[in-house]
């Protein structure tokens, strides 16, 4: 059971070593524990082995409808924030006509985020793995496919992908990369949202829980450097990178801390979502993040990718 992989799944150097034993703390889906090893080369975190075995366990069908209804204020600030980001990015789209794909969209939330920040986007496409979300996308009028964007087939093309909190969730995130890099429309952007390990919290938590694992369904956690290493092998390029708040993870990395010493209670039943301690923790943390932004490299980035040219 407890093998110890051979290399690192993005640079594939050998200098690896492990990095934090961690249960699912915030779902409570699976006992048992599982391994996340650190590459000393590249500095991504990755779990070992991989749980695909226990892909229905550990995405219960509670976890997406946890998932929204966790979206509190917090969010909705962060909505407001995404929208300003996402203006920016509608003006260097050219075009009548626009084509959005969001991979791991769920239900079209954030299609209709979008959809009401930019008049001319006429195809709106969700891709992802929840069989329940389909009815209320399609009822919103986002095409929807059900299966992962490996799986997925189409003639389009399109202007603008998303892949929020998307990458780390995969056991091939290159794979996943290069379809993604298929479906871009020359001038296209893909947006990606993903943890960061070379932060502040990472560091802090390591010994007791860090949130950026969300084990056990983070399996490929990037740095700045090694998401750069993994673009090597593909035809696209980082435009810009940002860091963004992670407050999220303070919360989860808190919350799941004073667990296990016993001083909150938190259950499959009631995850730490639902604990009282989240949203004002969230909240701070949100506040603190967003203020050393400029500065100090937050535990979660924003990355715009386009293709390269020539
Ligand atoms: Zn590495």
């Given at each position: 059971m407890s093998t110890t992989p051979a290399y690192c799944p993005v640079c594939h150097n050998a200098a690896i070593a492990l990095w934090s034993v961690a249960k699912d703390y915030e779902y409570f889906s699976v006992p048992g524990e599982f391994s996340y090893y650190g590459c000393n080369n590249c500095k991504s975190i990755f779990i070992h082995p991989v749980p695909v075995e226990q892909l229905m366990q550990i995405y219960p069908p509670n976890y997406y409808s946890f998932v929204n209804k966790g979206r509190g204020m917090v969010v909705r600030l962060k909505e407001w924030l995404d929208k300003r980001l996402f203006k920016k990015i509608f003006r260097q789209l050219e075009g009548d006509s626009l084509n959005i794909l969001d991979v791991g969209g769920g239900t079209g939330w954030m299609l209709d985020i979008l959809k009401a920040t930019d008049k001319r986007i006429v195809f709106t496409q969700s891709v992802d793995i929840?069989?329940?979300?389909r009815t209320e996308a399609e009822a919103k009028g986002h095409a929807y496919f059900t299966g992962t964007i490996e799986q997925f087939v189409t003639d389009k093309k399109f202007h603008l992908i998303l892949m929020l909190n998307l990458v780390e969730h995969v056991a091939d995130p290159l794979a996943v990369l290069q379809k993604a890099e298929d479906l871009l429309m020359p001038g296209g952007i893909i947006l990606i949202k993903t943890p960061n390990t070379d932060s502040w919290d990472a560091r802090l938590y390591r010994r007791s829980y860090w949130g950026g694992l969300h084990c056990p369904r983070h399996w490929v956690i990037f740095s700045e450097k090694s998401f750069r290493l993994l673009l090597q092998s593909t035809g696209l390029q980082v435009q810009k990178l940002t860091y963004t708040q992670g407050a999220p993870f303070w919360a989860f990395s808190i919350i799941a801390s004073l667990y296990r010493r016993r001083m909150v209670n938190i259950s499959a039943k009631r995850p730490i979502i639902f604990h009282w301690l989240f949203a004002p923790l969230a909240a701070l943390f949100a506040l603190i993040d967003f203020i050393r932004r400029p500065f100090a490299k937050t535990s979660q980035m924003f990355i715009m990718l386009d293709k390269e040219k020539g």
């Amino acid at each position: 059971m407890s093998t110890t992989p051979a290399y690192c799944p993005v640079c594939h150097n050998a200098a690896i070593a492990l990095w934090s034993v961690a249960k699912d703390y915030e779902y409570f889906s699976v006992p048992g524990e599982f391994s996340y090893y650190g590459c000393n080369n590249c500095k991504s975190i990755f779990i070992h082995p991989v749980p695909v075995e226990q892909l229905m366990q550990i995405y219960p069908p509670n976890y997406y409808s946890f998932v929204n209804k966790g979206r509190g204020m917090v969010v909705r600030l962060k909505e407001w924030l995404d929208k300003r980001l996402f203006k920016k990015i509608f003006r260097q789209l050219e075009g009548d006509s626009l084509n959005i794909l969001d991979v791991g969209g769920g239900t079209g939330w954030m299609l209709d985020i979008l959809k009401a920040t930019d008049k001319r986007i006429v195809f709106t496409q969700s891709v992802d793995i929840d069989t329940n979300a389909r009815t209320e996308a399609e009822a919103k009028g986002h095409a929807y496919f059900t299966g992962t964007i490996e799986q997925f087939v189409t003639d389009k093309k399109f202007h603008l992908i998303l892949m929020l909190n998307l990458v780390e969730h995969v056991a091939d995130p290159l794979a996943v990369l290069q379809k993604a890099e298929d479906l871009l429309m020359p001038g296209g952007i893909i947006l990606i949202k993903t943890p960061n390990t070379d932060s502040w919290d990472a560091r802090l938590y390591r010994r007791s829980y860090w949130g950026g694992l969300h084990c056990p369904r983070h399996w490929v956690i990037f740095s700045e450097k090694s998401f750069r290493l993994l673009l090597q092998s593909t035809g696209l390029q980082v435009q810009k990178l940002t860091y963004t708040q992670g407050a999220p993870f303070w919360a989860f990395s808190i919350i799941a801390s004073l667990y296990r010493r016993r001083m909150v209670n938190i259950s499959a039943k009631r995850p730490i979502i639902f604990h009282w301690l989240f949203a004002p923790l969230a909240a701070l943390f949100a506040l603190i993040d967003f203020i050393r932004r400029p500065f100090a490299k937050t535990s979660q980035m924003f990355i715009m990718l386009d293709k390269e040219k020539g």
